[in-house]
C-alpha cells in the first residue's frame, strides 16, 4: 500500500481525452471573431491551461476579446462540445481499485466545476470521486495553485506527504510544487516528457498501469 491517501486527478489529458469537443469549440470561437482555424490539431495547446490564458497567449486577445471568446467557447462546449470526449483505456479500473483501497479521491481541475461534473456523469465515474474542484463561473480559482489550496484546506486532517497530484501538463506540476505535495506527470496526455520533466515532478508515469503502482506502493522513478 501507496503512503498517498489523498489523490488529486486533472481531468482533460488525464482521466479523458477531450480533443474534439475542446479543439472545435474553439474553433468555433475563433470562427464567430473572424479568425479561421481549419486546422484543429494547431489548438491542441488550449487542452490543459486555463482558456484565459490561452486565448490571451495564443491569439492576443486583450480582456474584452477574451471574455467574448470564453462566452463563444461555453456556448458550444455546454451543448456538445464537452460529449466529444474519451476515456482513456483502464481509467475506471485505476479508480475502482484506489476506491477499493480506502483511498480518498479528488477532481482538481482548471475547467469549470460544472462542466467537470457533468462529465464525470457522463462517463459513470463520478461515484468514485469525494470531491471535485474546478473554476468559478465569476473567472476566479482557475489555476492549478489555487484549486490545490482549495482542496488542501479542506482535507486538514492530512499531512502534505498524504497528498498527491497527478496531470498531463506543466501546470499540474508547478501546483503541485507550490503547494508543497508530491506530482505525478502523465505523458499519455497533452504535455511533452520533455515539458513534465522540466516542471520537476516527483514521478512520471507513460501509463495507466504505471500510474498505478506508483499509488499502490511499487517502487519506481
Known amino acids: 500500500m501507496g503512503k498517498y491517501k489523498v489523490i488529486l486527478f486533472d ?18 470561437a475563433l470562427q464567430e471573431m473572424g479568425i479561421i482555424e481549419p486546422d484543429i490539431d494547431k489548438l491542441d495547446c488550449f487542452i490543459g491551461p486555463p482558456i484565459q490564458v490561452s486565448f490571451s497567449e495564443y491569439y492576443n486577445f486583450d480582456e474584452v476579446q477574451t471574455l467574448k471568446a470564453i462566452d463563444l467557447y461555453r456556448e458550444r462546449y455546454k451543448e456538445k462540445g464537452m460529449f466529444e ?4 483505456s ?4 485505476l479508480l475502482e481499485s484506489l476506491k477499493e483501497q ?6 482538481a481541475t482548471s475547467k469549470l466545476t460544472i462542466f467537470a461534473e457533468q462529465i464525470l456523469k457522463y462517463f459513470y465515474i463520478d ?18 495553485t489555487e484549486i490545490i489550496q482549495y482542496i488542501l484546506k ?15 501538463r506543466k501546470y499540474d506540476i508547478i501546483g503541485a510544487n507550490n503547494t508543497e505535495i508530491d506530482s505525478i506527470g502523465v505523458t499519455y496526455g497533452y ?3 520533455e515539458e513534465l520533466s522540466q516542471s520537476n515532478p516527483t514521478y512520471i508515469a507513460q501509463n495507466v498501469n504505471q500510474l498505478k503502482d506508483i499509488l499502490m506502493g511499487v517502487k519506481m522513478n
Not at 481531468?11 to 474553433?27: A, C, E, N, R, Y
Not at 479542506?154 to 498531463?168: A, Q, R, V, W
Open 85 to 88: 470526449n474519451e476515456l482513456y
Open 154 to 168: 479542506k482535507y486538514k486532517e492530512h499531512n502534505l506527504s498524504n497528498f498527491i497530484m497527478i496531470g498531463d
Open 127 to 144: 461515484q468514485y470521486f469525494q470531491l471535485i474542484v474546478g473554476s468559478n463561473l465569476d473567472g476566479t480559482r482557475i489555476s492549478k
Open 102 to 107: 480506502g483511498l480518498t479521491l479528488v477532481v
Open 11 to 28: 481531468l482533460d489529458g488525464t482521466l479523458s481525452d477531450p480533443k474534439v469537443g475542446i479543439t472545435k469549440s474553439v474553433q468555433y
Open 191 to 193: 504535455g511533452s516528457y
Open 90 to 93: 483502464d481509467i475506471p479500473l
